[in-house]
């Protein structure tokens, strides 16, 4: 968790996040939708949600260290946070208007199973936002830069790049499982 916490996108919120930009450039008006953001983390969209207007905001997200952090950081009535996996996760249909997912749908083991479960419960014209991990960050498990001597970045090894299966890796020195998708 400490290394997390010292990541760009911990210590600067959106902005400090590289996908940030051009999620923002997809995102719907926001007022007075309901929105449900899957892999929340610290909660960070789910404030700009609400800066945005939307009416009410749930984030899910597995991590009960994740969620404390979010909580901590968010004074708002109309946010609640939900400690649990995003394949578990149950609602009835059409209860939102806009889900969103931000690096964290590589961590589901059917994306499948997860967009038809979006796909009900978002209204007629609702919108589904995502990003995930890019195939050439899963596609090693040393997810790091080689470099040289003098510390200069060389280059950053892949293999198994076209291969669709699940990875284990590290993350900020925990071991994580993946899913490789195109």
């Known amino acids: 968790m400490k290394a997390y916490?010292?990541?760009p996108r911990s210590i600067e919120g959106l902005e400090g996040a590289g996908e940030w930009h051009e999620l923002k450039i997809m995102m719907p008006?926001?007022?007075?939708?309901r929105v449900?953001?899957?892999g929340c983390g610290f909660g960070w969209?789910?404030?700009y949600a609400r800066e945005k207007q939307a009416s009410y905001v749930v984030g899910v997200d597995l991590s009960e260290k994740m969620l404390h952090k979010a909580r901590e950081k968010t004074a708002d009535p109309f946010i609640s946070y939900v400690n649990m996996a995003i394949e578990d996760i149950a609602y009835p249909d059409a209860?939102?208007?806009v889900v969103m997912s931000s690096l964290a749908l590589h961590y589901v083991?059917?994306?499948k199973a997860i967009s038809k479960k979006v796909y009900n419960w978002l209204t007629p014209g609702g919108t589904f936002i995502f990003s995930a991990e890019h195939p050439i960050f899963t596609a090693r498990h040393e997810q790091d830069w080689y470099y040289d001597g003098n510390g200069k970045r060389l280059h950053w090894p892949i293999d198994h790049y076209q291969s669709e299966d699940v990875r284990e890796t590290m993350f900020l020195g925990e071991k994580v499982v993946k899913y490789c998708r195109f």
Request: hydrophobic share 40%; with cysteine.
């Open 29 to 33: 008006a926001l007022r007075n939708k």
């Open 109 to 111: 083991k059917s994306l």
């Open 45 to 47: 969209h789910c404030r």
């Open 95 to 97: 209860a939102f208007d």
């Open 36 to 38: 449900l953001d899957l």
């Open 5 to 7: 916490e010292q990541m």
